[in-house]
């Protein structure tokens, strides 16, 4: 049988809806969907890996045919070793549009067969991003509209957490 695997990677710190809304339209059109997440991100993450494993595990578990893994060194590697044929990334404005060519002909260039695909995500979520939740957050503004409910319980512990 002809199954299509792909893999959703990213920092995911945290998950949003925007997030959450690719990986429902990714999961559509794909057999099977693993959310990556970079282990070894250059960023300072606020949550981390362990927590965003469990908050994206739990969010996506309405998802039949998604699952959740973490990985560390090239990402064409890491789909060579789940048998996945292509990436999924999420473009919101035009000014995605350069890192995600530049990252997906990176990807072309070290393994050929591999494809990434695009898609955007709802038009509400298109100036969505981990890094603004994170600064709106912190400085008291409201993201509950943007961010799954597990999502706001983690924010305020961790900002708790920190006082
Ligand atoms: O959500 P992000 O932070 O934009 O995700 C970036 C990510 C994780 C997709 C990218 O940094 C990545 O694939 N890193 C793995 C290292 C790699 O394969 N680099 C070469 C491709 S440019």
Do not use: W
């Amino acid at each position: 049988m002809h199954t299509v695997k792909a893999i959703y990677p990213g920092t995911f710190d945290p998950l949003t809806n925007g997030h959450l809304d690719l990986i429902a339209r990714g999961a559509k059109i794909v057999d099977h969907l693993v959310v990556a997440i970079l282990r070894n991100s250059e960023k300072a993450p606020l949550f981390t890996v362990p927590e965003r494993v469990e908050m994206i595990t739990e969010a996506t578990r309405v998802l039949g045919n998604v699952s959740v893994e973490t990985f560390d060194g090239l990402l064409v590697d890491f789909c060579r070793e789940q048998g996945a044929k292509a990436v999924l990334r999420g473009i919101r404005a035009i000014s995605d549009y350069e890192y995600e060519f530049q990252m997906a002909m990176m990807n072309r260039k070290l393994d050929p067969e591999l494809e990434t695909l695009f898609m955007m995500p709802a038009e509400k979520y298109s100036y969505v991003s981990s890094r603004l939740i994170k600064s709106v957050f912190e400085l008291g503004g409201d993201v509950s509209t943007l961010v799954p409910p597990l999502v706001v319980e983690r924010l305020k512990a961790k900002v708790a957490g920190r006082s």
